[in-house]
């Protein structure tokens, strides 16, 4: 089973100040297909999680341009350029499996505004 | 604009069997896409329960598979996950999401969350 292992679990970040969160897999994530299946989450308190990259570093729209997401093979590394109040939440990475069809999460970055 | 909402019991007893429905608007629920269940509790985190599609085909973390049975109701515009034989280990919050593109169009895989279910098992 592929295990993946964020680091650090806890992101105390000036306003304004960059933050990175790195994201290692136990085996190499790219698919057969020639895609890397990384997905990255922000979840706020009390809120469901809210997906910011799928494929490594392809951002959704209403994503501030301060995320990136990049890496490759089994690193992966998730960074906002300038932390701002309202990126307070846990993020997760996930990676997904085609086949057999399997999905698992990273254990969790917490970030909040020292 | 794409819509997911849990339903079902909050509270399960031991070795009983969890029921949970996930209604979907603004999107055909006959589509290319597969449905998922998440849950997320303190001890675990994040845990992908399986996907379901509307051919009647599921699949499921191994984890849980013999305990796991999800279906799509397409008449009803939902699709539903059946959890038996219960324990406190599956106090949860249980999320539905829109999941894997059977087309190869990644672009809207997980993009799509309900708000969240919470199911204590308790006696």
């Known amino acids: 089973d592929v295990v993946l292992t964020q680091s650090p679990l806890s992101l105390p970040v000036t306003l304004g100040q960059p933050a990175s969160i790195s994201c290692r897999s136990s085996?190499?994530?790219?698919?057969?297909?020639?895609?890397?299946?990384l997905y990255w989450f922000q979840q706020r308190p009390g809120q469901s999680p809210r997906r910011l990259f799928y494929?490594?570093?392809k951002r959704d729209s209403g994503v501030p341009d301060r995320f990136s997401g990049s890496g490759s093979g089994t690193n992966f590394t998730l960074r906002i350029s300038r932390v701002e109040a309202e990126d307070i939440g846990i993020y997760y990475c996930?990676?997904?499996?085609?086949?057999?069809?399997?999905?698992?999460f990273g254990q969790g970055t917490k970030l909040d505004i020292k | 604009q794409v819509q997911l909402q849990e339903s079902g019991p909050g509270l399960v007893k031991p070795s009983g069997t969890l029921f949970l429905t996930c209604a979907v608007s603004?999107?055909?629920?006959?589509?290319?896409?597969?449905w998922s269940w998440v849950r997320q509790s303190p001890d675990k985190g994040l845990e992908w329960i399986g996907e379901?599609?509307?051919?009647?085909?599921?699949n499921y973390n191994p984890s849980l598979k013999s305990r796991v049975t999800m279906s799509v109701d397409k008449s009803r515009r939902h699709f539903t996950l059946r959890l038996s034989s219960v324990t406190a280990a599956d106090t949860a919050i249980y999320y539905c999401?829109?999941?894997?593109?059977?087309?190869?169009?990644?672009?809207?895989?997980?993009?799509?969350w309900g708000q969240g279910t919470t199911v204590i098992v308790s006696s």
């Open positions: 999401a829109r999941g894997t593109s059977d087309d190869g169009d990644s672009t809207s895989e997980f993009d799509a």
């Open positions: 603004g999107v055909s629920i006959s589509g290319t896409k597969w």
């Open positions: 379901t599609y509307h051919s009647g085909t599921s």
């Open positions: 085996q190499s994530l790219l698919s057969s297909d020639g895609d890397t299946y």
């Open positions: 494929k490594v570093s």
């Open positions: 996930m990676q997904g499996t085609r086949w057999p069809p399997m999905y698992t």
